[in-house]
């Protein structure tokens, strides 16, 4: 996609109704672990920034929803993944789009990468 968007909220809207669900319960998710999230777009994708340092991106394509939580958050991860079957790369994960979204497993990634950046605090 070569659009500009302003916000998440442009994003959601240019998929369909049943993806638009998905992805607002993940971004509703990203905010449940913190109340200090700001929200931005990133790479042409939604994102958000913990005190000034990005946090988490995600992104919906045809078949799935990529998440991206950075190299650290899936190397954290790998054995989650592997056990969901889920593909994933040094810095991304993708969630079936036919699938229910793990909610329980992303509140604890972006419960690690919160923790991540606190920790790298000087």
Same mark, same amino acid.
């Given at each position: 996609?070569?659009?500009?968007? #302003?916000? /998440?909220?442009? *994003?959601?809207?240019?998929?369909? &109704?049943?993806?638009? +669900?998905?992805?607002? !319960?993940? $971004?509703?998710?990203?905010?449940?672990?913190?109340?200090?999230?700001?929200?931005?777009?990133?790479?042409?994708?939604?994102?958000?920034?913990?005190?000034?340092?990005?946090?988490?991106?995600?992104?919906?394509?045809? #078949?799935? /929803?990529?998440? *991206?939580?950075?190299?650290?958050? &899936?190397?954290?991860? +790998?054995?989650?993944? !592997?056990? $969901?079957?889920?593909?994933?790369?040094?810095?991304?994960?993708?969630?079936?789009?036919?699938?229910?979204?793990?909610?329980?497993?992303?509140?604890?990634?972006?419960?690690?990468?919160?923790?991540?950046?606190?920790? #790298?605090?000087?």
């Amino acid at each position: 996609m070569k659009n500009t968007f #302003k916000n /998440i909220d442009e *994003y959601v809207l240019l998929f369909p &109704i049943n993806v638009q +669900e998905k992805l607002l !319960e993940l $971004r509703n998710t990203i905010h449940t672990a913190t109340p200090d999230l700001e929200e931005y777009i990133g790479y042409q994708m939604p994102a958000f920034k913990y005190k000034g340092k990005p946090l988490v991106y995600f992104a919906a394509y045809q #078949k799935h /929803i990529g998440f *991206y939580p950075g190299a650290e958050g &899936i190397k954290n991860f +790998e054995r989650d993944f !592997e056990e $969901r079957k889920y593909k994933f790369s040094k810095g991304a994960v993708q969630f079936p789009i036919t699938e229910s979204l793990p909610f329980d497993l992303i509140t604890k990634i972006v419960e690690f990468r919160i923790d991540e950046i606190e920790r #790298k605090k000087p």
